[in-house]
């Protein structure tokens, strides 16, 4: 199957800084990515989605100020977590699509976020 | 809201037996559906998928539609330890976007 490259699999931050994800398809080009938050036994909860070269689509109550996704290219989509609280701590995903159907939707590995 | 349900678990089977996972959907214009597998601290990986009333077979993996009732469950035969994982039921609720609504997930044991 496809490759979703995420990094870091794993950070910790101080409380007020900011962390960027990076979620990258390296074997296709992922016409649209999505990314998930998951917080210990809860589902994962779709934050936006973004498609290249356009502005992200938020879902409802996710902050567009405080989550900023920069979709630069086919393969590559970056999460900039804002000014971090511990309430963000959390188990971040990427999934890239490539195609028009479900089928080809490939997740990255996530990445386990802890604020301090 | 559209909303998919699934019981938190734990199930737990012996080594051999069949596990059955139920999944229930909020919006009967829903389109498609997809069970994930997820190992604790990993991502989910794509188990089955089913479009059309009626059973899916897929090796030891059995998917089943209803979509009167609303429902979509997952049948694993010969249970592996292996096995042992959360089962997270996707529904894509259509209206364009390719967006999956996932559930809480099941999680399974299957023990020796």
């Known amino acids: 199957g496809a490759v979703v490259s995420q990094h870091p699999s794993w950070v910790i931050c101080k409380s007020g800084t900011s962390v960027k994800i990076e979620c990258r398809s390296l074997?296709?080009?992922?016409?649209?990515m999505f990314w998930y938050r998951q917080f210990p036994k809860q589902s994962l909860m779709l934050m936006a989605t973004?498609?290249?070269?356009?502005?992200?689509?938020?879902e409802q109550g996710v902050e567009k100020d405080k989550f900023l996704i920069n979709h630069a290219s086919l393969t590559l989509s970056t999460l900039t977590v804002t000014s971090a609280h511990p309430e963000d701590s959390s188990f971040y995903i990427c999934?890239?699509?490539?195609?028009?159907?479900?089928?080809?939707?490939?997740f990255g590995s996530g990445t386990q976020l802890s604020v301090l | 809201q559209k909303e998919v349900e699934q019981n938190s678990g734990p199930l737990s089977v012996p080594e051999g037996a069949i596990a059955s996972l139920n999944c229930t959907y909020s919006?009967?214009?829903?389109?498609?559906f997809f069970w994930y597998r997820q190992y604790s601290g990993k991502s989910p990986e794509l188990i089955m998928s089913?479009?059309?009333?009626g059973d899916k077979e897929d090796g030891r993996f059995t998917a089943q539609l209803n979509k009167a009732s609303q429902y979509v469950s997952l049948l694993i035969r010969d249970s592996q330890p292996s096995d042992s994982a959360t089962y997270l039921c996707?529904?894509?609720?259509?209206?364009?976007?390719?967006?999956?609504?996932f559930g809480t997930g099941t999680q399974l044991k299957v023990e020796l």
């Open positions: 973004s498609n290249e070269g356009s502005k992200a689509t938020y």
């Open positions: 074997d296709f080009q992922a016409t649209t």
């Open positions: 919006d009967r214009g829903s389109q498609s």
């Open positions: 089913i479009y059309s009333n």
């Open positions: 999934s890239a699509q490539t195609g028009s159907t479900n089928e080809k939707l490939f």
């Open positions: 996707a529904v894509n609720y259509g209206g364009g976007g390719n967006k999956l609504t």
